[in-house]
T-cell receptor, first 112, second 114 residues
Framework: TQLLEQSPQFLSIQEGENLTVYCNSS?????LQWYRQEPGEGPVLLVT?????EVKKLKRLTFQFGDARKDSSLHITAAQTGDTGLYLC????????????FGTGTRLQVFP | DSGVTQTPKHLITATGQRVTLRCSPR?????VYWYQQSLDQGLQFLIQ???????AKGNILERFSAQQFPDLHSELNLSSLELGDSALYFC?????????????FGPGTRLTVL
């Protein structure tokens, strides 16, 4: 059973378009992290959200944590080719639990 | 560069063999995590060590074991290898042992079992 489902699985868009990636669960998470992974490299942390309803912005990326802390979204405005990669959400279910549960991943390809 | 190093980068071996993957965490980080990433399973947590002690266990097979040494580097041992063990193996480290800590990932070891 996959606790964190991401959608879409694959996304192929033109440079300049906007997109949203979703991360959904039936479980409550104390915090949720978003990572980006490029081919041949390890995931790199983009953001951590910890409060229900929290919105964080990182340049053209906007992250939102759902009010019930069961879901999250990542919105990219005016995508660039450098945004290409695998986007992973990961949740921790309690502050004392060290096991991060990773989502199924969204593979984004941005074409020039 | 995350500061986490993993060796080797690539490993090709045969079924039934045993291999050891090595990880050096970022300077000062006490926690080390091991993950397996395959195409059909995504990124799966295997095991975590904190300051030399096993802290949490995930979907780690009995054929796999790990340890963290006094200098905090860690090794993941995979034995009786099967074709299905072919995957990317990542090590990550974090300063402490909180689930909200940032985990810094190494570049991974690509294991191919033939």
């Amino acid at each position: 059973t996959q606790l964190l489902e991401q959608s879409p699985q694959f996304l192929s868009i033109q440079e300049g378009e906007n997109l949203t990636v979703y991360c959904n669960s039936s479980s409550v998470f104390s915090s949720l992290q978003w990572y980006r992974q490029e081919p041949g490299e390890g995931p790199v942390l983009l953001v951590t959200v910890v409060t229900g309803g929290e919105v964080k912005k990182l340049k053209r990326l906007t992250f939102q944590f759902g009010d019930a802390r069961k879901d999250s979204s990542l919105h990219i405005t005016a995508a660039q080719t450098g945004d290409t990669g695998l986007y992973l959400c990961a949740g921790a279910r309690s502050h004392n639990t060290d096991k991060l549960i990773f989502g199924t991943g969204t593979r984004l390809q941005v074409f020039p | 560069d995350s500061g986490v190093t993993q060796t080797p980068k690539h490993l090709i071996t045969a079924t039934g063999q045993r291999v050891t993957l090595r990880c050096s965490p970022r300077s000062g980080d006490l926690s080390v995590y091991w993950y397996q990433q395959s195409l059909d399973q995504g990124l799966q947590f295997l095991i975590q060590y904190y300051n030399g002690e096993e802290r949490a266990k995930g979907n780690i097979l009995e054929r796999f074991s790990a340890q963290q040494f006094p200098d905090l580097h860690s090794e993941l041992n995979l034995s009786s290898l099967e074709l299905g063990d072919s995957a990317l193996y990542f090590c990550a480290s974090s300063p402490q042992d909180s689930g909200t800590d940032t985990q810094y990932f190494g570049p991974g070891t690509r294991l191919t079992v033939l």
